[in-house]
């Protein structure tokens, strides 16, 4: 059974870098891209990076992100009101044949 | 403009049965993988299943597999879902998901889910 786990919960004040750590397994991030989620609150998720580090268009530059062995982070520079959100990383995982999420992080906008 | 349109989404017993459809749009639909995902009250995310886009390989997570069935019809740029043995666990808004990323099946564009509930 793949676990990938996120921390539960970041912290911010306006104007700060933040980052969102995601650490995986040799079958799934170790092996594969990263991609990561952002999900406001009552919406559906929003792909906001894919292939470890690419932003879709319209992704502000701000997100970034970035993956070492069997982790991944994702950063956030220049942290706004607008960012408070859930964010989830995701890889396809080898071993399950099936994508596994990491458990999401609560990110709050002090 | 990528849409996906869940619907089917109700209210069925415990070990009821139910279909979800997805319609898609803004994209050549039979050329890319396409996913359900679902999240519980409170959750957080959990893939269900996907299948390529030609249909022929389908994937499923070890909790519905031998109960739910994934499936399309390119010629109506549909995405299916059917839900046998339904149980309490699986109460959760379900997503579809396309994956644009060719060699992929990570999510690009979501709709905007579908609420099933399993209660008595």
């Known amino acids: 059974q793949s676990v990938v786990t996120q921390p539960p919960s970041a912290s911010g004040t306006p104007g700060q870098r933040v980052t969102i750590s995601c650490s995986g397994s040799?079958?799934?991030?170790?092996?594969?891209y990263v991609w990561w989620y952002q999900q406001l609150p009552g919406t559906a998720p929003k792909l906001l990076i894919?292939?470890?580090?690419q932003r879709p268009s319209g992704v502000p530059d701000r997100f970034s992100g970035s993956k070492s062995g069997t982790s991944a982070s994702l950063a956030i520079s220049g942290l706004r009101s607008e960012d408070e959100a859930d964010y989830y990383c995701?890889?396809?995982?080898?071993?399950?044949?099936?994508?596994?999420f990491g458990g999401g992080t609560k990110l709050t906008v002090l | 403009e990528v849409q996906l349109l869940e619907s089917g989404g109700t209210l069925v017993q415990p070990g009821g049965s139910l279909g979800l459809s997805c319609a898609a749009s803004?994209?050549?639909?039979?050329?890319?993988?396409m996913s359900w995902v679902r999240q519980a009250p409170g959750k957080g995310l959990e893939w269900v299943s996907t299948?390529?886009?030609?249909?022929?390989?389908?994937f499923y997570a070890d909790s519905v597999k031998g109960r739910f069935t994934i499936s399309r019809d390119n010629s109506k740029n549909t995405l299916y879902l059917r839900m046998n043995g339904l149980r309490a666990e699986d109460t959760a808004i379900y997503y579809c998901?396309?994956?644009?990323?060719?060699?992929?099946?990570?999510?690009?564009?979501w709709g905007q889910g579908a609420l099933v509930t399993v209660s008595s």
């Open positions: 998901a396309n994956s644009l990323d060719s060699g992929t099946y990570l999510f690009d564009y």
């Open positions: 803004g994209f050549t639909f039979s050329t890319y993988a």
């Open positions: 299948i390529s886009g030609g249909g022929g390989s389908a």
């Open positions: 040799s079958s799934d991030i170790g092996s594969n």
């Open positions: 894919y292939r470890n580090n």
């Open positions: 995701a890889a396809w995982d080898d071993s399950l044949s099936g994508v596994v």
